[in-house]
């Protein structure tokens, strides 16, 4: 290989890594740009011309040149160039239509049997033909830029693909989530006194969730579980749902029914998020196994149904219900501490208290359960109450009683 060559493949070695480079529509324009300039320069043409096939509209689009014209390269049409050897330059005297466009060289594009575009060239401004040697050099850049573009096209394929998945998925959980509401509208316009008590489950579940460290999927998942868990209730009588004395056995039985009727409900939607039927479903089982529909005890239970449990708890601790007064936040706190390890699970209660904590003094930056209690509750008795509750269950503070009467840290 002569010298002349060695320093003209040197001067192109850039090509190698074209498509490690490229990550958007921009910098594979520049990029191609700042390649077209190395071409020109290397082979001294006095104008050239990179084109590429856009399959779709089955037409040649320019990517960048210097020297023609838009009326000069119209005269090219996909026809004439597939017709020509597969990334094999081709001179005017071989192919008259050339000189109609102007050029003195063109190398068709391909990888493997897909036309990719075409490379074009005009006179040397030296006046001197090309070479043998010139025209084995553009057979090497041709391939080089036919792989590039082929590149560059499937990876544009491959991101309109993914936009449009995320189009649809994104309409999808629009979908998910307008349906959810509707649900949740219904249950509180057949309970006057659980108005918007899903809404505020969906939010402690997902607070308390993202807290644990759980990822954004997993946290919209426990957020539609909260909203959904009581579904059921659209089954169940109005009369019932809102009876002010005391329920016979027949009618606690009835009223129980109500998260298997969720479960049945929700398990018939294809959810994009995992366990949201189980979550709904166990909502009122007890770490005991005292709770129902099944007796469940903790080692059957995961974290997103002690979540839930603990978070419908609490809000209706501190709502009004037909048949008692709501709580004040610290007397439903004391609540849920005594019920520690027959009915919550420590590791949830500590968590509820940390964000909870965490909002009263402002170091979070979009408080969700902070806004749904009481406006006139005194924050100072609370977070005092707070205080003493996360330092008693934080594992630091006796790790070892912790573990042995929670099972988990």
């Known amino acids: 290989m002569s010298s002349e060559l060695k320093k003209a493949l040197y001067n192109i070695s850039a090509l190698a890594d074209l498509g490690q480079e490229i990550t958007s529509e921009n910098a594979f324009h520049e990029k191609m740009q700042a390649v077209f300039y190395v071409i020109t320069g290397t082979f001294?043409?006095?104008?050239?011309?990179?084109?590429?096939?856009?399959?779709?509209?089955?037409?040649?689009?320019?990517?960048?040149?210097?020297?023609?014209?838009?009326?000069?390269?119209?005269?090219l049409g996909p026809?004439?160039?597939?017709?020509?050897?597969?990334n094999e330059p081709c001179l005017v005297k071989d192919a008259l239509f050339l000189a109609v466009v102007g050029a003195e060289v063109l190398v068709p594009l391909w990888v493997r049997d897909q036309f990719i575009g075409a490379l074009l060239l005009g006179d040397k401004v030296t006046s001197t033909p090309y070479t043998p040697e010139d025209l084995e050099l553009l057979r090497i850049i041709a391939t080089q830029i036919a792989i590039t573009l082929n590149h560059h096209t499937l990876f544009m394929d491959l991101s309109e693909k993914l936009e449009e998945n995320q189009r649809l998925y994104e309409e999808m959980r629009r979908i998910y989530h307008g349906t959810i509401q509707a649900f949740a509208a219904a249950i509180d316009a057949k309970d006057a006194y659980t108005q918007n008590h899903s809404h505020r489950v969906a939010k402690y579940s997902s607070a308390i969730a993202r807290e644990l460290g759980w990822n954004?999927?997993?946290?919209?998942?426990?957020?539609?579980?909260?909203?959904?868990?009581?579904?059921g209730k659209l089954a169940i009588s109005n009369d019932l749902l809102n009876k002010v004395g005391p329920f016979t056995p027949e009618e606690i039985e009835e009223i129980r029914k109500h998260s298997t009727l969720s479960h049945n409900i929700a398990a018939k939607i294809k959810f994009p998020w995992k366990n949201v039927e189980d979550m709904v479903w166990h909502h009122h089982e007890r770490l005991d196994g005292h709770g129902y529909p099944d007796a469940l005890v903790r080692e059957d239970l995961s974290d997103g149904v002690r979540i839930i449990t603990l978070a419908d708890s609490f809000d209706a601790m501190?709502?009004?219900?037909?048949y008692r007064e709501k709580m004040d936040v610290q007397t439903a706190l004391t609540e849920l501490r005594k019920c520690l390890y027959s009915q919550f699970d420590t590791k949830i209660l500590l968590v509820?208290?940390?964000?909870?904590?965490?909002?009263?003094?402002?170091?979070?930056?979009?408080?969700?359960?902070?806004?749904?209690?009481?406006?006139?509750?005194?924050?100072?008795?609370?977070?005092?109450?707070?205080?003493?509750?996360?330092?008693?269950?934080?594992?630091?503070?006796?790790?070892?009683?912790?573990?042995?009467?929670?099972?988990?840290?």
Do not use: M, W
């Open 216 to 231: 954004d999927h997993d946290i919209e998942g426990i957020y539609v579980a909260g909203y959904l868990h009581d579904v």
């Open 352 to 409: 509820l208290c940390k964000v909870l904590d965490k909002e009263i003094k402002g170091e979070l930056p979009e408080p969700e359960i902070l806004p749904n209690l009481d406006k006139n509750s005194d924050l100072t008795i609370i977070s005092s109450l707070l205080e003493g509750i996360i330092a008693e269950l934080s594992p630091t503070q006796g790790a070892a009683s912790f573990l042995s009467a929670d099972g988990s840290a």
């Open 44 to 75: 001294l043409a006095n104008k050239g011309a990179i084109l590429s096939y856009d399959r779709s509209l089955k037409k040649l689009d320019t990517l960048t040149q210097k020297g023609f014209t838009s009326a000069d390269l119209a005269h």
């Open 318 to 322: 501190t709502s009004k219900r037909p």
């Open 79 to 86: 026809e004439e160039l597939t017709a020509l050897g597969k």
